[in-house]
């Protein structure tokens, strides 16, 4: 799970030295920028992002809180963190003991831009523990 995290950020350009925006970053690569748009594109997949952009949840809390029907939620998630959009942070111990992940956003804002007929996207990377 780390690598997703670290091909995100290889594939992204600091955009300014201050201290308050160094967690802004414009995309580069072609291909991160097509999963970000389809990913915010997608209702459901929109709302799971939405749903751990504050808070880790595990899977099952984050298939609640968007109100994702979970045959599709289950696919949409996993789909999520393959693309290295959903990190695990932590986990949460259920009542037989098991251990479950629980899972964040890699970005907490988003921004799409059109400048001379160029899709921008910069992403506000998430404070990862």
Do not use: C
Not at 19 to 31: A, C, G, M, Y
Not at 85 to 112: C, E, S, W
């Amino acid at each position: 799970m780390q690598a997703e995290k670290n091909s995100i950020l290889r594939m992204q350009k600091l955009d300014t030295p201050k201290q308050v925006e160094k967690r802004w970053v414009t995309l580069q690569d072609s291909q991160l920028i097509a999963i970000i748009l389809k990913s915010v594109g997608d209702e459901d997949k929109k709302n799971i992002i939405n749903a751990v952009i504050d808070k880790p949840h595990t899977i099952s809390e984050i298939l609640d809180i968007s109100m994702t029907p979970k045959t599709s939620g289950y696919r949409k998630i996993n789909a999520l963190i393959s693309d290295g959009m959903l990190i695990p942070q932590g986990y949460d111990t259920i009542h037989d003991g098991k251990r479950v992940a629980k899972y964040k956003a890699i970005f907490d804002n988003i921004r799409i831009l059109i400048e001379k007929n160029k899709v921008v996207v910069k992403i506000h990377t998430a404070q990862i523990m």
